[in-house]
């Protein structure tokens, strides 16, 4: 596995689990008490549903805990001209003829839907460590790779809005 993960994102994730362990395990211990009283179990959907919730919350704790036992803890801080963690990257796409805009983030916070994607991802790689100006080769597979252009790098930082992606 072994997720690329800042010292935040490690943050984040253990509080999750906190909250996991104290809160949502809890309320999925009684959900299950409170629907096993209601009577025969085989034909008793709400015990069958508490139960997976309960069984789903567990294995998101143990997928949470085993993700940062594996994790490599990355450096956030990156040099004033060069992309890097939390920078957002205008890329001009050479094929296209479009210019994109995009902050690379860590595995656990990308989502190319809002613009963040990973540094482990082919572009996230390919921007990484580049100065703005630098023509770059993103390298999809081995058949397949094309140009992009940095534009400008601006380094917003972290400000732990990000949410952590769910799995």
Do not use: C
């Amino acid at each position: 596995m072994y997720d690329e993960l800042t010292k935040k994102d490690i943050e984040k994730i253990e509080q999750e689990i906190e909250y996991r362990k104290l809160v949502v395990r809890k309320e999925a211990i009684e959900a299950v008490k409170e629907a096993r009283a209601h009577g025969d179990l085989s034909e008793n959907f709400e015990y069958h549903a508490a139960k997976k919730e309960k069984n789903s919350n567990e294995s998101r704790i143990r997928y949470l805990e085993r993700m940062i036992k594996t994790a490599v803890i990355v450096d956030d801080t990156s040099k004033e001209d060069e992309v890097g963690l939390n920078n957002t990257v205008e890329v001009y796409f050479e094929e296209e003829d479009e210019t994109e805009t995009y902050k690379l983030v860590t595995t656990v916070r990308g989502n190319s839907l809002e613009g963040r994607i990973s540094i482990e991802s082919p572009l996230g790689k390919a921007l990484f460590g580049h100065k703005a100006g630098d023509r770059v080769k993103v390298e999809v597979n081995d058949s397949y790779s094309y140009y992009v252009t940095i534009r400008r790098i601006e380094n917003t930082g972290d400000d732990g809005t990000d949410q952590l992606r769910k799995y």
